[in-house]
């Protein structure tokens, strides 16, 4: 047990409950289900791709939630989206596809879906190119991913899961970096995607609010205990 102020804390259980929070297969029954009512032919196959490819995967855990299944990830991405009004085939089935390539040794040509589909995943998958720095490759990146605004939009949606789950796996060092990265490249694209895509104009305000949200606090946290 850990005491503090106000109560006594166990370290032997996870406090986050998995069945609770993270529940891949009502995610999947949802999302089939909407892309059964709207025709999303993509989203569809996508779903059941995907978790294929991800089947047995975990994100990295930690002592409060335990090791997550990775599906879950896509899964809520393409919640999300859907939740903020988005409806386009494309958009939920790279949500659904966006680490596959980067994560299970698949290339963007070889997915079997559409050449649009392949070109937004494509866009997201990072690789270093010889002699780049990582600024220099964080740069080249978020520049192509301006141009697209499928991508641009499952990219943010990506950094928001992340941020969201962050503290619970992340290092006080990764928290940092992660903040810094977040504020230099991924909410100059929000703004981007949201002056240069009026389509997705909404969503981009409501995601922006959670992950700045979701920044400042754990900010506080780091600045009182002396890591900002």
Known sequence: MVKT???EISTEEPWVSQAEIFDPKNMMEKLNRFADEEGLVETKKALKYAAEKHAGA????????GAIPYIIHPLTMACQAHALGIRDDRVLSVCLLHDVCEDCNVTPEEL???KAVQKSVALMTKHREEGESEEQMDRRYYAALAEDPCASLVKILDRCNNVSLMALSFSRAKLTEYIHETESFSLPLLDTLRHRYPQYADAAFLVKYQIRS???TIKALLNHS???
Not at 58 to 65: F, W
Request: charged share 25%.
């Open 58 to 65: 975990v994100r990295k855990g930690s002592p409060y939630a």
């Open 226 to 228: 002396g890591e900002f």
């Open 5 to 7: 102020e106000h109560s």
């Open 214 to 216: 979701i920044l400042e």
């Open 112 to 114: 079997p879906f559409s």
